[in-house]
């Protein structure tokens, strides 16, 4: 069982910066692929960030492209999502998830959850 936990939210006013990242309790961490999802109140959960096993590849939601960077140091079992130039609609609760099969934009593919952690972008 992978149990993933995340940490690095708070409250910012807009235009700055958070780093939220993502420890693995496993140490084969580096089979996984990874991504980062949020969601808003009120609002379907919803594709921020994903990366390959290694590091490789990444891929974003238009609406993070540019000022979201997906990082990952597999020696520390750790996926990182540092946010820039942040905006009152980047609040929401962010979401680590782990896959072993496939690096995907699609959340129904990812079989580990963290518990969430919450960014808030005043304005």
């Known amino acids: 069982q992978v149990q993933l936990v995340e940490s690095g939210g708070g409250l910012v006013q807009a235009g700055g910066s958070l780093r939220l990242s993502c420890t693995a309790s496993i140490s084969t961490f580096s089979s996984y692929r990874t991504g980062w999802f949020r969601q808003a109140p009120g609002k379907e959960r919803e594709f921020v960030a994903a990366i390959s096993r290694l590091g490789h590849s990444t891929y974003y939601a238009d609406s993070v492209k540019g000022r979201f960077t997906i990082f990952r140091d597999n020696a520390k079992n750790t996926v990182y999502l540092q946010m820039n130039s942040l905006k009152p609609e980047d609040t929401a609760v962010y979401y680590c998830?782990?896959?072993?099969?496939?690096?995907?934009?699609?959340?129904?593919?990812?079989?580990?959850w963290g518990q969430g952690t919450q960014v808030t972008v005043s304005s």
């Open positions: 998830a782990a896959n072993l099969k496939l690096y995907t934009t699609d959340a129904n593919e990812y079989d580990y």
